[in-house]
């Protein structure tokens, strides 16, 4: 039988509806997504601030942005679909729950040394460092 029998098809304005919904209930169900957000806000506005008016570094920051989002919106999926299947302590979930909080900490803190490099050398530059 092949892989998508009995499957009805789906519109792309429902595979749409369905992303934004998963968009919604990512940041407003989901405290850690909130806080990430807030930090982006923070970093477009230093952006904003300290007149990056490089492409590429826009770009990635705007890149960094993302990923970090993206990897926090992997792991809540992780989390909603863990508690899903048990409520009970089971070492399989956990580990998996484990590696994706640290997929969240390795995007997190690589978004931060990008960042960190591109105003700290903005900031520099303004304040006469180098």
Do not use: Y
Not at 48 to 70: F, N, P, S, Y
């Amino acid at each position: 039988m092949p892989p998508n029998a009995g499957r009805e098809k789906r519109t792309w304005s429902a595979k749409f509806r369905d992303a934004f919904r998963g968009l919604r209930e990512g940041i407003w169900g989901q405290h850690s997504f909130f806080v990430h957000f807030s930090f982006a806000a923070v970093v477009i506005a230093a952006a904003a601030v300290l007149r990056i008016d490089d492409r590429l570094e826009w770009c990635l920051l705007l890149l960094c942005i993302a990923g970090v989002l993206t990897a926090e919106m992997f792991n809540s999926a992780l989390e909603s679909l863990a508690k899903a299947i048990t409520d009970e302590r089971d070492p399989h979930v956990g580990r998996a729950l484990n590696i994706g909080s640290a997929a969240v900490l390795i995007a997190s803190l690589g978004a931060a040394i990008v960042g960190a490099i591109i105003f700290l050398s903005r900031l520099g530059t303004r304040l006469g460092w180098w």
